[in-house]
């Protein structure tokens, strides 16, 4: 055998600058089939599987974009900070941790809130984040959800309300929990006015959050496959000491056993929330025919 064929040295030598790799940030894999699709796919079905429909968790802008027509919207208290009023500490003080998850994710806390137009209609949304410190609920969270409810009273706009939540902030302790009785007494001002509240429950929604704004709405939606409750699957298996069942918490089970209106896909959301927003909209009675109807 001719001496150039043979291999001089073991192992691959080339060097890392020379090597060609698929570059980053082209390819999607489903987590849960495994189906592998281009990124450019997977952002125009709105970050779900277009094999299995699984539903990535998604950003408050990513939700603003495509149920606001044109992506135009106001956001609404946008900088707004948590302050510190226990000078926790745990691993790291309180603020640092804030400062280093908002230089991370270039959040200020984790809901934001935002008015705009969908399919010609007024809505305001409040979305949460669930990468700001795991999308938990703490003074800041519950004043901008207050203030965007109160907005929505104020112009007599309809609300929509996108939890995404591993519940109470532990850092804030009592101030923490103070915010679920806030923003019930908001909502129910809202239900007083006549004004519709929407709540849609993503993956995932647990904890305080559960047990105030998110299971408060006139209708009770769901992302498939969404994880909703109070306490996580694990810790009620502890506690109870009895297996669960199959699928238990998931939007499907929670909407079997009567705690959801329906569940809808990413893709629909629009399309179904203009549908009912016009269905619930309040029928306008020229004068003369109401001064008729009274007479």
Sequence with gaps: MSSWFKRKEKGIVTPTEQK????????????????????AEHKRLLSTCGNCGHH????????????????EYQELDADMRSADPLNFV???????RVAATEK?????????SAHGQMNGLGLVVAAMDFKFIGGSMGSVVGEKIARAIDYARQNRLPFLMI??????????????????????????????????????????????????????????????????GFAGPRVIKETIGKDLPKGFQSA?????????????????????????????KPIEVPAAESAALVR
């Design 20 to 39: 060609k790799e698929t570059p980053d940030g082209l390819w999607y894999k489903c987590p849960e089939c495994k189906t592998v699709a281009t990124m």
């Design 56 to 71: 990535d968790r998604i950003d408050a802008g990513e939700y603003f974009d495509f149920l606001f027509d044109n992506h």
């Design 90 to 96: 745990d691993t790291k003080a309180y603020p640092q």
């Design 104 to 112: 991370s994710t270039g959040l200020k806390d984790a809901v934001r």
């Design 163 to 228: 939890s995404r939540s591993g519940g109470a902030r532990m850092m804030e302790a009592g101030f923490s929990l103070m915010q679920m009785a806030k923003t019930s007494a908001k909502l129910a001002l809202l239900s007083e006015a006549g004004i519709p509240y929407i709540s849609l429950l993503t993956d995932p929604t647990t904890g305080g959050v559960t047990a105030s704004f998110a299971m408060l709405g006139d209708f009770n939606i769901a992302e498939p496959g969404a994880l909703i």
């Design 252 to 280: 499907e089970f929670v909407l079997e056993h009567g705690f959801l209106d329906f569940i809808v896909d990413r893709k629909e959301l629009k399309h179904k929330l203009t549908d009912l927003l016009t269905m619930l």
